[in-house]
């Protein structure tokens, strides 16, 4: 049966694109025709060193681990990959929970909240996305889900924009001490990539420690490297008491993610928070990851440089382009969006740019970027080249 019949007939969702994947190589997807298209998306924050990075190629395929292991025994791998997460993630956060994806260590890190502070309410941003599950979704945006929308009935929302008064907002709510954590990215790459100010973040930080809410970071979408540095909340000197990841931890080659506390939070709640997840850190995955963020690691300064001259090159190229509407750009490293305030336009120019060769996408009335950190200065260019022809 054709790709497309099939796809209908038997993957359940409810919208797909017209554009069957064969390959992927460095910056570029190829479709089942041949041709080529440069990703600016990296499967939404996956692969941030490009697709088919050979050094990693060639790792996994010389994988000789054993093919599982019960999450309850031990596997030297699951320790090196955890004492890595703590080298380089912020503060005192030192201890993993081992898990499948970013979902699981938003849900995870959610537990973590409630069996340590013994408080069942939840702050987030409105419109915010993190993750499926049931308690995931309702930490999310509440429009467009009528059937869904905020299955837990104590997840409140705090309305952008993230200045003083919404701080005054969140204050309200963490005066009750009863909210168990405050819940965000610290850069929305789901927000059409929102960056609040830093009073707004050093305050958020305070209001936290004050009101003994613990303050949870999701940096499933912006880790290891998106935003130019390794961690997107260490534009803001946070110190957060849990922070999630998974997507660019093992650069797409297999599927995990992780939360990470502090030893006197996991030590504390360790009786009453028990993950075991059978697939968390499977031998592949951690395999994967410790190649994929040995290289990061390796190489970051250098790269957190390039992302920052990428960053500032794009921008100041779409600063010169003439869109048919007033626009505003909003950039924090290699995560990158145009507010062309028309959604309309905004899908026109997407279609556009796949047409022509580019792969972006939309969010409401921005276009949304997030090109490899490994992009080259020609590869830009020619992306820029087709921006400027689609709009
Ligand atoms: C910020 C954020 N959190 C959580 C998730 C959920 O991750 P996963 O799809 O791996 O479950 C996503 C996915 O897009 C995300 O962007």
Same mark, same amino acid.
């Given at each position: 049966?054709e790709?497309?019949?099939?796809?209908k007939k038997f993957v359940?969702?409810?919208?797909f694109?017209?554009?069957?994947?064969?390959?992927?190589?460095?910056?570029?997807?190829y479709?089942?025709r041949?041709?080529?298209?440069?990703?600016?998306l990296m499967?939404?924050?996956?692969?941030n060193?490009?697709w088919g990075?050979?050094?990693?190629?060639?790792a996994?395929?010389e994988f000789d681990g054993p093919?599982?292991?019960?999450?309850?025994?031990m596997?030297?791998p699951?320790?090196?990959l955890?004492?890595?997460?703590a080298?380089?993630t912020p503060?005192?956060?030192?201890k993993?929970?081992?898990?499948?994806g970013?979902t699981?260590?938003v849900?995870t890190?959610?537990?973590?909240?409630?069996a340590?502070?013994?408080?069942?309410k939840f $702050? /987030?941003?409105?419109?915010?996305?993190? *993750?499926?599950? &049931?308690? @995931?979704l309702s930490?999310?945006?509440s429009e467009?889900? =009528?059937?869904?929308a905020n299955?837990?009935q104590?997840?409140?929302?705090?309305?952008?924009?993230?200045d003083?008064k919404?701080?005054?907002?969140?204050?309200?709510q963490l005066k009750q001490?009863?909210?168990?954590?405050?819940?965000?990215?610290?850069?929305?790459?789901n927000?059409g990539v929102?960056?609040?100010?830093p009073?707004f973040?050093?305050g958020?930080?305070?209001?936290?420690?004050?009101?003994g809410?613990?303050?949870?970071i999701?940096?499933?979408?912006t880790?290891?490297?998106?935003?130019?540095?390794?961690?997107?909340c260490?534009?803001?000197?946070?110190e957060p008491?849990?922070l999630?990841?998974?997507?660019? $931890? /093992?650069g797409?080659y297999?599927?995990? *993610?992780?939360? &990470?506390? @502090?030893?006197?939070?996991?030590d504390?709640?360790?009786? =009453?928070?028990?993950?075991y997840?059978?697939?968390?850190?499977?031998?592949r995955?951690?395999h994967?990851?410790?190649?994929?963020?040995?290289?990061?690691?390796?190489?970051?300064e250098?790269l957190m440089q390039?992302v920052k001259e990428m960053?500032?090159?794009i921008?100041?190229?779409?600063?010169?382009?003439s869109?048919r509407?007033?626009t505003?750009?909003h950039a924090?490293?290699?995560?990158?969006s145009v507010?062309?305030?028309?959604?309309?336009?905004?899908?026109?120019?997407k279609?556009?740019?796949?047409?022509n060769g580019l792969?972006i996408?939309?969010q409401?009335?921005?276009l949304?970027?997030?090109?490899?950190?490994?992009?080259?200065?020609?590869?830009v260019e020619?992306?820029m080249? &087709?921006l400027?022809?689609?709009i």
């Open positions: 049966m790709t497309k019949k099939a796809d359940a969702r409810s919208k694109e017209d554009f069957e994947i064969a390959r992927a190589e460095g910056i570029y997807i479709d089942n041949d041709n080529k298209y440069i990703d600016f499967g939404w924050c996956v692969g060193l490009g990075n050979p050094e990693i190629e060639k996994m395929r093919d599982y292991v019960l999450p309850g025994f596997y030297k699951w320790s090196e955890a004492e890595l997460l080298e380089i503060g005192n956060l030192s993993s929970f081992r898990t499948t970013g699981e260590s849900e890190a959610m537990q973590l909240a409630m340590y502070t013994g408080r069942r $702050l /987030s941003l409105e419109g915010s996305y993190h *993750g499926n599950s &049931i308690a @995931t930490l999310g945006g467009g889900k =009528d059937k869904l299955p837990l104590n997840c409140h929302k705090i309305e952008l924009p993230l003083e919404a701080l005054a907002r969140v204050e309200t001490k009863d909210v168990a954590a405050f819940i965000m990215e610290a850069v929305s790459c927000l929102y960056i609040p100010k009073e973040m050093r958020l930080q305070a209001l936290c420690r004050q009101y809410t613990l303050l949870v999701d940096e499933v979408a880790g290891f490297g998106r935003t130019g540095k390794m961690f997107a260490m534009h803001f000197g946070l008491d849990i999630c990841m998974g997507k660019a $931890l /093992s797409g297999a599927g995990i *993610g992780a939360t &990470i506390t @502090t030893e006197e939070i996991a504390a709640v360790k009786e =009453d928070v028990s993950i997840s059978t697939y968390g850190w499977h031998p995955s951690v994967a990851a410790l190649v994929n963020l040995n290289y990061i690691v390796r190489n970051e250098e390039h960053s500032a090159r921008v100041s190229s779409m600063l010169n382009m869109f509407t007033e505003q750009i924090k490293g290699l995560a990158i507010d062309v305030n028309d959604s309309d336009y905004a899908e026109e120019i279609k556009q740019c796949r047409k792969v996408t939309v409401e009335t921005k949304v970027f997030f090109p490899a950190l490994t992009i080259k200065k020609e590869e020619e992306a080249a &087709i400027r022809n689609s």
